[in-house]
C-alpha cells in the first residue's frame, strides 16, 4: 500500500488564487513527521513546510501552511495568493518513527505538477 | 548561508563502469541522507548515515555503497551501472536533534550511456 497518496498528477490555477494541493498518508507509528516540498523544473528540492504528529496546531510558514487532519491522515498544503513562481512539481513526504532524532528516511508520494496561469 | 555540497554536478558513464558521488552537508549537520530520483519518478530513499554511523536503509542496490567520513562529508559509490540508475541522486543533510527539514543539495544528474 501506498504510504503517501497525492491524488492530484497535475492542476491549473489562475495567479492569485489559493492552492490546495492533497496529501493522504498511512502509517501505524505514532511518532512521524510530515513535509512538503517543492521542486521547480531546475530540479532542486526546497523545504515548504514541517508537521509533526504531536503538534497541535496547523504550521504555517509565509504564504504556505498545512492543514493537518490527524484521524482523517491527511496533510495537505495550501498556498494562499499564488504566483506565478509556484509553478512546480510538490512533493508530500512523511518521516515514520521520529523521535526527534535518528536518520530514518523520507517517503516522498508521487507529486502534483502545479501550473499557474497569469 | 552555506548549502549541501554535490559533486559533481553532472556525470556521465558507460554501462558497466563505475562512479563515486560526494556530498558535503551544511556545517554542524551530522546526518546524510541520500536519495534517487528517476525521470518522472518521486525520489526514493536509498541510504543514511548519523556520526558516521549507517543508519537507515532504505532501496540501496547491492551495487552501490556509501559510507561517511570523519569530516563528516559522505560518498555514494555505484558499481558495474545499468542503464536504470541514470536519475538525480540527491544528498541531504541533517543536524542531529532536529526535527525539521532535510536540506537538500543541488543533486547529481547521473546519465549512464
Known amino acids: 500500500a501506498q504510504k503517501i497518496t497525492q491524488t492530484q498528477p497535475g492542476m491549473f490555477v489562475q495567479e492569485k488564487e489559493a492552492v490546495t494541493l492533497d496529501c493522504t498518508y498511512d502509517?501505524?507509528?505514532?511518532?512521524?513527521?510530515l513535509f512538503w516540498y517543492k521542486q521547480p523544473s531546475s530540479g532542486e528540492m526546497i523545504f515548504l513546510i514541517y508537521?509533526?504528529?504531536?503538534?497541535?496546531q496547523n504550521a504555517t510558514e509565509g504564504r504556505y501552511s498545512l492543514n493537518f487532519q490527524k484521524a482523517r491522515k491527511s496533510a495537505n498544503l495550501v498556498i494562499s495568493a499564488s504566483q506565478l513562481g509556484d509553478s512546480a512539481m510538490y512533493f508530500c513526504?512523511?518521516?515514520?518513527?521520529?523521535?526527534?532524532?535518528?536518520?530514518?528516511?523520507?517517503?516522498f508520494g508521487k507529486g502534483t505538477h502545479l501550473i499557474i496561469q497569469p | 548561508a552555506a548549502g549541501v555540497i554535490q559533486s559533481p554536478r553532472h556525470l556521465i558513464k558507460e554501462k558497466r563502469e563505475t562512479a563515486t558521488l560526494k556530498c558535503y552537508p551544511i556545517?554542524?549537520?551530522?546526518?546524510v541522507y541520500w536519495y534517487q530520483q528517476g525521470p518522472g519518478q518521486d525520489p526514493q530513499f536509498l541510504i543514511s548515515?548519523?556520526?558516521?554511523?549507517?543508519?537507515d536503509k532504505g532501496s540501496i542496490p547491492d551495487r552501490f555503497s556509501a559510507q561517511q567520513f570523519s569530516d563528516y562529508h559522505s560518498e555514494l559509490n555505484m558499481s558495474s551501472l545499468e542503464l536504470g540508475d541514470s536519475a538525480l541522486y540527491f544528498c541531504?543533510?541533517?543536524?542531529?536533534?532536529?526535527?525539521?527539514?532535510?536540506?537538500f543539495g543541488p543533486g547529481t544528474r547521473l546519465t549512464v550511456l
Open positions: 513526504a512523511m518521516r515514520e518513527g521520529y523521535s526527534g532524532g535518528g536518520a530514518d528516511g523520507l517517503t
Open positions: 502509517t501505524s507509528d505514532q511518532s512521524y513527521g
Open positions: 508537521q509533526g504528529s504531536y503538534d497541535e
Open positions: 556545517p554542524r549537520h551530522d546526518t
Open positions: 548515515f548519523y556520526e558516521k554511523m549507517q543508519s
Open positions: 541531504a543533510s541533517l543536524r542531529g536533534g532536529g526535527k525539521n527539514e532535510q536540506f
